[in-house]
C-alpha cells in the first residue's frame, strides 16, 4: 500500500473500554471513503479469532486488561502485516517511545477526533510514523532525558511513592535484588544525565517531574500501575 487515500483500508478497533469502543465505532463508520471498519472487538483474542483478521490497520488500546505486555501484541500485529496506531489516555512520552519503538505506527490520546484518527490510520498504512499534535512536542522536549524500560518507570514510581524494594518486588513479580538493581541502574542513567536522585527525596521530585506520579502521596501515573502498564 503506497498511497494515502487507497480504497478499501480495512480496520479494526481493539478496546476493553464498552462505552469507547461503541463511541470509536460509531466515528470511524463512514468517517473516510478509504477506511472500512470490518471489526470492533474488546479484547486481544477477539481479534485474532476474527473472521476478518489480519486487516490493514488496527486502532490498538494500549492498556488491555490481560496479561500479554503491549510489545507481544505490536511485535505479533508487525509480523501478520498490520500497521498498528496505540491509543491511550496516558501521554508520558517514555510510554509513547517504547510503544513506538515495539513497533507501533502511531500513537494518538484518547481525546483525538475522528479526522485525526483517519490521518493516523492512513499514515500507518503508508509505514508513516504519526503522533498526536499535543503529544510531538512532549516527545521533543524530553529527548535530552534519561530512557528507562517499562519496568524501570513502575520500580522508580513506586520507590517514589514510598514502597520499600521488597514490596516493589511482590507487586511486580520480580526478586528483591532484581528491583534493588533497577533501582541502581536508574539512578546511574539519570547521574550520566547530569541529574542526581540518589536521594529519595529527589528521586521522587524527578518522578513527579518526569510525569511518573502525580503527586507524594498518591501514585496515580500510567507508569505507577503495574497491572495497568502490564498489558
Avoid: N
Amino acid at each position: 500500500m503506497t498511497e494515502t487515500a487507497s480504497p478499501g483500508i480495512r480496520l479494526a478497533i481493539v478496546d476493553d473500554h464498552r462505552m469507547l469502543l461503541a463511541a470509536l465505532t460509531e466515528w470511524m463508520k463512514g468517517a473516510a471513503d478509504d477506511i472500512t471498519l470490518v471489526a470492533a472487538v474488546a479484547s486481544w483474542t477477539d481479534l485474532l479469532a476474527h473472521p476478518e483478521f489480519p486487516v490493514d490497520a488496527v486502532l490498538l488500546d494500549l492498556d488491555l486488561k490481560d496479561d500479554l505486555p503491549v510489545s507481544v501484541k505490536l511485535r505479533a500485529l508487525d509480523t501478520a502485516g498490520v500497521a498498528t496506531v496505540v491509543m491511550s489516555t496516558y501521554s508520558d512520552p517514555a510510554v509513547v517511545r517504547e510503544a513506538l519503538a515495539a513497533g507501533a505506527k502511531g500513537y494518538l490520546v484518547k481525546s483525538e477526533g475522528a479526522e485525526t484518527i483517519v490521518l493516523a490510520v492512513r499514515a500507518a498504512v503508508c509505514g508513516e510514523r504519526f503522533v498526536s499534535p499535543k503529544l510531538a512536542a512532549q516527545l521533543d522536549a524530553v529527548a535530552g532525558m534519561p530512557e528507562l524500560s517499562l519496568r524501570e518507570r513502575q520500580v522508580m514510581a513506586l520507590y517514589s511513592s514510598g514502597e520499600s524494594a521488597k514490596r516493589i518486588a511482590a507487586a511486580l513479580r520480580i526478586t528483591e535484588h532484581t528491583a534493588k538493581s533497577d533501582l541502581k541502574r536508574i539512578r546511574s542513567k539519570y547521574r550520566e544525565a547530569g541529574i542526581d536522585i540518589s536521594a529519595k527525596v529527589a528521586m521522587r521530585t524527578q518522578a513527579i517531574a518526569d510525569g511518573l506520579i502525580i503527586d507524594v502521596d498518591r501514585p496515580s501515573s500510567p507508569a505507577s500501575s503495574p497491572e495497568e502498564l502490564r498489558g
